[in-house]
T-cell receptor
């Protein structure tokens, strides 16, 4: 079984500042890792995913994440945020065997202000 | 592509009533998932299907909850009888086993309030 820990429930940040949302996972097997974003009153949308290969993954809206196997982390970053990035961000993991079953973290609320 | 379609988007019902949530997955997808989202418990996987067959229903909270997938383009999640603690957002999602990492696509959710 896998588990995901998102260390910050809320992250306030000013517009145009950089941001990092932290995610750590636990698994005894190889994993796929995902970041999803949920805008208010909407469903979840895939931001990016790590399957294999390069540990730096680029996604939509200027976000990127780095897979660190030794630290079992998959932190999400953006060099300069916009007001429109205000949303809930979820880290998720699946094992490569049952790749369709995602386990989600509890989410991080990113609040961008002027 | 139309995406995953859920109905109703919002439902308010009285305790004890039956609630049926509906989902149309993306055409061609062979996995379908039902998730529940609450403030207290976050996102929970309730049940998922592969090729219309339930694979894992260990997340279904009680016998009051049931899910069916009679064909590849339709699924229902039923709660009978409903209770106030069932108030949550219920998401349906689908994926295709042929896609790398099996990206899961979510619907907009059904917002259920039981009073």
């Amino acid at each position: 079984a896998q588990s995901v820990t998102q260390l910050d429930s809320q992250v306030p940040v000013f517009e145009e500042a950089p941001v990092e949302l932290r995610c750590n996972y636990s698994s005894s097997v190889s994993v796929y890792l995902f970041w999803y974003v949920q805008y208010p009153n909407q469903g979840l949308q895939l931001l990016l995913k790590y399957l294999s290969g390069s540990t730096l993954v680029k996604g939509i809206n200027g976000f990127e994440a780095e897979f660190n196997k030794s630290q079992t982390s998959f932190h999400l970053r953006k060099p300069s945020v916009h007001i429109s990035d205000t949303a809930e961000y979820f880290c998720a993991v699946s094992d490569t065997g049952t790749a369709s079953k995602l386990t989600f973290g509890t989410g991080t609320r990113l609040q961008v202000t002027l | 592509d139309a995406g995953v379609i859920q109905s109703p988007r919002h439902e308010v019902t009285e305790m004890g009533q039956e609630v049926t949530l509906r989902c149309k997955p993306i055409s061609g997808h062979d996995y379908l998932f039902w998730y529940r989202q609450t403030m207290m418990r976050g996102l929970e996987l309730l049940i998922y299907f592969n090729n219309n067959v339930p694979i894992d229903d260990s997340g279904m909270p009680e016998d009051r909850f049931s899910a069916k997938m009679p064909n590849a383009s339709f699924s229902t999640l039923k709660i009978q009888p409903s209770e106030p603690r069932d108030s949550a957002v219920y998401f349906c999602a689908s994926s295709h086993s042929g896609s790398a990492g099996n990206t899961i696509y979510f619907g907009e959710g059904s917002w259920l309030t039981v009073v």
